[in-house]
């Protein structure tokens, strides 16, 4: 399974992105998927969740400005990415797991090259 991000890039504070993750197989459908970030300096980050049932969860920091979401006939996952901020700055990684819902990126086996995305104030 290949998974690759697209949708990166800069954005201004306050702006919005939408972050693209297309599998070259039906690994979305049913499983859980994930995104993750890595800032320079900083260890990867969990930033949302989307079980096979739909059931979401986000970071306390994303809360309320990004939404998961999956389309199982394009296998692809998205991150809608709104009011942007300085903070959110990062490389995003896409994550699957067959296994059970999980926010520990070790127990992940399927994982995205990563997109970067940066925020300017």
């Known amino acids: 399974v290949q998974m690759a991000e697209s949708g990166g890039g800069p954005v201004q504070a306050g702006g919005s992105l939408r972050l693209s993750c297309e599998a070259s197989?039906?690994?979305?459908?049913?499983?859980?998927v994930a995104w993750y970030r890595q800032a320079p300096g900083k260890q990867r980050e969990f930033v949302a969740i989307?079980?096979?049932?739909?059931?979401?969860n986000y970071a306390n920091s994303v809360k309320g400005r990004f939404t998961i979401s999956r389309d199982n006939a394009k296998n692809t996952v998205y991150l809608q990415m709104n009011s942007l901020k300085p903070g959110d700055t990062a490389v995003y990684y896409c994550?699957?797991?067959?296994?059970?819902?999980?926010?520990?990126?070790?127990?992940?086996?399927?994982w995205g090259q990563g997109t970067q995305v940066t925020v300017s104030s």
């Open positions: 989307l079980t096979g049932e739909g059931v979401t």
């Open positions: 994550a699957a797991t067959p296994s059970y819902p999980t926010a520990q990126a070790s127990l992940y086996p399927y």
């Open positions: 197989g039906s690994i979305f459908s049913g499983n859980t």
